[in-house]
């Protein structure tokens, strides 16, 4: 098997970074895709991929500070993790309560919640200078 050249390697990788970012974002919005792991996933890509667009991720306003702190295992500021677990409950009970008939459906959308809430506990809680 031929050895794939760098080019390659690094469009494939910015590619796979692009299409995680855009789930990421999704996920901003939709409480049952996680956002973190995509976030994280295209970083990792980017640092293969794209140098230009890694640094403008880290650097990005919306989620640049979170992504470098994740990284460097400083974890997520208790601000963020109080946010993430309120806006993740409330659009899970709205949406088992008024969205979504199916009982196992609902079963399964609490227990997707509770696992990312084990999850974002279980994070470091980053703890700034200011």
């Known amino acids: 098997m031929k ?3 760098e080019k390659v390697k690094r469009i494939l990788f910015s590619v796979l970074g692009t299409i ?14 996680p956002t ?3 976030l994280l996933l295209a ?8 140098e230009r667009i890694h640094r403008w991720m880290i650097r990005n306003r919306v989620f640049g500070e979170f992504i ?3 990284m460097e295992g400083k974890g997520i500021k208790s601000r963020q993790k109080v946010i993430t677990l309120a806006f993740l409950w409330v659009m899970i009970i709205f949406t088992t309560v008024y969205m ?11 227990i997707i919640a509770l696992t990312v809430s084990v999850h974002i506990l279980k994070l470091p809680t980053f703890q ?3």
């Open 100 to 110: 979504i008939e199916n009982m196992i459906v609902r079963i399964l959308l609490l």
């Open 36 to 38: 973190t792991p995509f």
């Open 3 to 5: 050895r794939i050249s």
């Open 128 to 130: 700034s200078a200011f």
């Open 68 to 70: 470098k702190n994740y």
């Open 43 to 50: 970083a990792a890509c980017y640092v293969r991929g794209s």
């Open 20 to 33: 995680f970012l855009g789930i990421g974002c999704i996920g901003i919005i939709l409480p049952i895709l």
